[in-house]
């Protein structure tokens, strides 16, 4: 165990606990194989009729009435949070849409599953001046998806999304049956009550087959301006004259987010928040048409998000930039058949959901991945090992790399040799980190190392053309700058 903090947030550890874990995680590297050691059998799962995904875009857990928010954005979720296990610590593995989707999709880091990854060297780094790059990595070919695996099993796979991130040529659709996509821009999206009626409307056609549904919400992205009535719900009585939807074109925001007013940087916050209040409704009516069905009950209901939001928590705004936890930390709930509602403090990371359901189903997976499976902890309680918890790939600025040893978190910038470390315990929003020096520190961070170095092994980097129309998109989201 951890000892406790001195006053400034952190202090001495075991040594010796230290380098025992140290050499475990060496020991696994050299020698770990499927199937092997003699860890005790999961207990026997429950089986769902149905897999029900439910991925918000850019859904950070601090807004959510259940994670503490100051105003009423979520009360249908935080009522029927009450039925499941909310999972208080859960983590993104990197703050933007495609390699979080691959990891929830893969149960592997970005350096594992290898989507999303950009061309950074010493001379090529992203700025405000220049566009991204004509390339970007798809999902390996190699990796067995979670939709390609219930397909092998007999499932009927379907998903709704949108968001130019999970185009199907980045590999996003793989294993599904249907994937209907809308690559989109803020001129041509769908709201979460269209991606409900779809999907429902879908299950309709099922004939009572097994399925796995998965359903992307996209509301909470930018631009903010979330339709009547609860569009004006939060910002009505807000001063200064701004107006719906907050922008057309994120870059001057991310730009100048410093140089904002306060009375703008509130609306646009309250403007976020309607976003969620419109997405809570919206799950409402899924969660309704599904017990209409009659399947509520039958099912398998995850709810996740693939990354949060800076809503100029640390001088920036939207996401992709840091691993920050505005960023990082994501409501993560479950529902199932026979599982015992509760809320459990273990952190926990979006790459252990593919692992989950299928241990869930009673299915093999690859126990050398990074995701674990919660299920044993869903189904009876048991407790979870502690693990390092890790985040990649950055989207703009520098690389980094995070990893979280409850209560400690190290950030890393390598290129300029620059480290901090965190004491989340008490400084979750991460305002008095340290530079990450010491004993201590230096263990934490050749875990992290040695944890990437294992989540990249054999990975095939496969590179596909921004065609102009894709990048044009792309861009108007402000995923190119």
């Not at 951890?2 to 020698?31: D, E, K, Q, W, Y």
């Not at 599953?113 to 001046?129: F, L, Q, V």
């Not at 809503?311 to 505005?326: K, P, S, V």
Request: overall charge negative; proline content about 6%; hydrophobic content about 40%.
């Amino acid at each position: 165990m951890l000892t406790s903090m001195n006053m400034v947030g952190f202090g001495p550890h075991s040594n010796n606990l230290r380098a025992v874990r140290l050499l475990a995680l060496l020991l696994f590297l050299a020698i770990a194989a499927p199937g092997c050691g003699g860890a005790e059998q999961p207990p026997a799962p429950v089986k769902p009729r149905a897999i029900i995904l439910v991925g918000v875009d850019t859904l950070r857990a601090d807004h959510l009435g259940l994670h503490g928010a100051s105003r009423p954005t979520s009360p249908f979720l935080d009522q029927l949070a009450e039925e499941g296990v909310v999972f208080d610590r859960a983590f993104a593995t990197s703050p933007w849409t495609l390699p979080s989707f691959a990891s929830i999709f893969t149960g592997r880091l970005q350096s594992g599953h290898a989507a999303g990854i950009h061309p950074r060297t010493s001379e090529i780094e992203w700025d405000a001046n220049r566009l991204g790059p004509k390339q970007r990595t798809i999902l390996d070919p190699a990796v067995e998806t979670l939709a390609e695996r219930l397909a092998l099993e007999g499932f009927t796979t379907i998903a709704v999304a949108q968001n130019p991130n999970l185009d199907p040529r980045f590999g996003m659709s793989r294993g599904f049956d249907i994937y209907d996509h809308l690559t989109g821009d803020y001129e041509e999206t769908r709201r979460s009550d269209v991606v409900v009626d779809l999907g429902l409307e879908y299950v309709d056609n099922l004939e009572n087959k097994a399925f796995f549904l998965f359903l992307h919400f996209w509301d909470p992205h930018m631009q903010y301006g979330a339709p009547e009535p609860i569009g004006g719900m939060f910002t009505e009585d807000l001063e200064g004259g701004f107006t719906l939807p907050v922008v057309e074109d994120p870059q001057p925001l991310r730009r100048d987010a410093s140089s904002l007013s306060p009375a703008r940087k509130a609306f646009m916050e309250a403007a976020y928040d309607e976003e969620i209040r419109f997405v809570d409704s919206q799950f409402e009516r899924l969660v309704a048409g599904l017990r209409e069905r009659g399947l509520w009950d039958q099912s398998l209901v995850i709810f996740v998000a693939d990354h949060g939001e800076e809503l100029f928590d640390h001088g920036g705004f939207e996401h992709g930039h840091t691993l920050y936890n505005e960023l990082l930390h994501v409501p993560l709930i479950v529902w199932a058949p026979g599982v015992s509602s509760r809320r459990s403090a273990t952190p926990v990371s979006i790459a252990d959901i593919t692992p989950t359901v299928l241990d869930a189903l009673g299915l093999g997976f690859d126990e050398n991945a990074f995701g674990v499976s919660l299920w044993p902890h869903l189904a009876s309680g048991e407790e979870l090992a502690e693990r390092l918890i890790v985040a990649e790939g950055t989207l703009y600025g520098p690389e980094l790399k995070a990893g979280i040893e409850w209560p400690h978190k190290v950030i890393v910038e390598k290129r300029r040799d620059r480290n901090w470390l965190f004491n989340l315990e008490n400084d979750f929003g991460e305002r008095s980190g340290r530079p990450a020096r010491g004993e201590f520190a230096q263990s934490l961070l050749k875990l992290l190392e040695l944890r990437l170095l294992a989540s990249s092994q054999g990975v095939q980097l496969e590179t596909m053309e921004l065609d102009p129309e894709l990048r044009r998109q792309l861009r108007s989201l402000g995923y190119i700058q």
